[in-house]
């Protein structure tokens, strides 16, 4: 799996940013292809596709009869991140079997694994899972129910904004309306065949797109959702000062997700992906709260805001605007029934 070392004009040879990341993927494929426990490794994501960017974390796929309570979804090695998606063997042979009748099997696996580039099948079992997801997820009947599946995600979580807007709670309901407007961006996805890619890179894939689609409302849309004040400098110095908070809200995804979110989605901010990398914490700090630590409202108590100030300021919910909300409210409804037609 390893490429080559790049080599620098005075003859000294130097660890190429790819050779270094194929590397740690083999370090970390066959660790687990070692296991007795594990009876099937693939590798997925932009590794396995030839898409793979410089901070790029590693996606994978084990076989177990069970599911291994030692290993969360999120982990963290040598300093890079990485997700294992975990297949329980009889449920993954019956998944196979149903998925030749039934989208709902196809729906249902991580889309991170298509394409993936299998690295030990004793059994032969992830070569069937590759070959069934691969030629069905971008079948016309699975893109439709991805659509669906995704504007009634949005729908769920618009309503709930509707509801905290209505209840005069207008951060919240920003906070909320970024939740759904995630699933749009599923559904946009979807509606043009396009498999969704990297969260870190959500801003600047998304503008891409949508400039070679000629949709640059959307992209302007999203920009305004996620309101994006800041430069990588004040963002990193912002998160810096609060990041014990964001370390203790996050730990609600697993007790590697803290290290996690600093490894894989950019501490620091120097990764040249602002805007992707703050909507990731824009999305996911104000959910945890409300999710994980059944913190309802806290963004539009004056109080809370007031001893959380720098952390307010970071997730771009410091400072209540009922009018500018509802008015964002209103323009994704709108481009919600763009995508419904």
């Given at each position: 799996m390893a490429k080559p070392e790049?080599?620098?004009g005075n003859g000294n040879t130097q660890?190429?940013?790819?050779?270094?990341?194929?590397?740690?993927?083999?370090?970390?494929?066959?660790s687990f292809a070692e296991r007795d426990d594990v009876h099937g490794v693939a590798l997925g994501g932009s590794l396995a596709r030839g898409l793979e960017w410089k901070h790029s974390d590693v996606e994978l796929a084990i076989v177990v009869d069970q599911r291994l309570d030692e290993f969360g979804h999120f982990a963290v090695r040598e300093g890079r991140g990485f997700e294992i998606f975990q297949f329980v063997e009889t449920e993954l042979r019956e998944q196979i079997e149903r998925a030749q009748t039934d989208l709902t099997a196809v729906l249902d696996w991580p889309i991170q694994m298509v394409q993936c580039r299998?690295?030990?099948?004793?059994?032969?079992?992830?070569?069937?899972?590759?070959?069934?997801?691969?030629?069905?997820?971008?079948?016309a009947e699975v893109v439709s129910a991805k659509v669906a599946r995704s504007l009634e995600g949005f729908d769920r979580e618009f309503a709930t904004a509707q509801a905290d807007l209505a209840a005069g709670k207008p951060l919240t309901a920003l906070?909320?309306?970024?939740?759904?407007?995630?699933?749009?961006?599923?559904?946009?996805?979807?509606?043009?065949?396009?498999?969704?890619?990297?969260q870190n890179r959500?801003?600047?894939?998304?503008?891409?797109?949508?400039?070679?689609?000629?949709?640059?409302?959307?992209?302007?849309?999203?920009?305004?959702?996620?309101?994006?004040?800041?430069?990588?400098?004040q963002a990193r110095r912002l998160l810096?000062?609060?990041?014990?908070?964001?370390?203790?809200?996050?730990?609600?995804?697993?007790?590697?997700?803290?290290?996690f979110f600093y490894h894989a989605v950019d501490g620091e901010f120097r990764w040249g992906q602002t805007k992707g990398i703050l909507a990731v914490y824009r999305l996911y700090v104000p959910l945890c709260l409300r999710r994980f630590q059944k913190q309802e409202g806290v963004f539009d108590n004056p109080t809370w805001r007031e001893t959380h100030g720098e952390l307010c300021r970071f997730v771009g919910l410091e400072r209540p605007d009922a009018a500018a909300t509802a008015e964002l409210l209103a323009r994704t409804q709108v481009y919600r029934a763009r995508l419904a037609e």
């Open positions: 790049d080599k620098s660890l190429h940013w790819r050779t270094e990341l194929h590397r740690f993927a083999d370090d970390v494929l066959r299998v690295i030990a099948d004793p059994s032969g079992l992830l070569g069937r899972f590759k070959e069934a997801f691969d030629r069905r997820l971008f079948s906070a909320q309306l970024r939740a759904a407007f995630n699933h749009l961006i599923l559904a946009f996805y979807w509606r043009h065949q396009i498999l969704p890619r990297s959500t801003a600047t894939l998304l503008r891409m797109h949508c400039r070679r689609l000629g949709a640059l409302d959307f992209y302007g849309l999203y920009c305004d959702v996620y309101g994006f004040d800041l430069t990588s400098a810096a000062s609060c990041q014990s908070e964001v370390d203790d809200i996050v730990s609600g995804f697993g007790p590697a997700a803290a290290d």
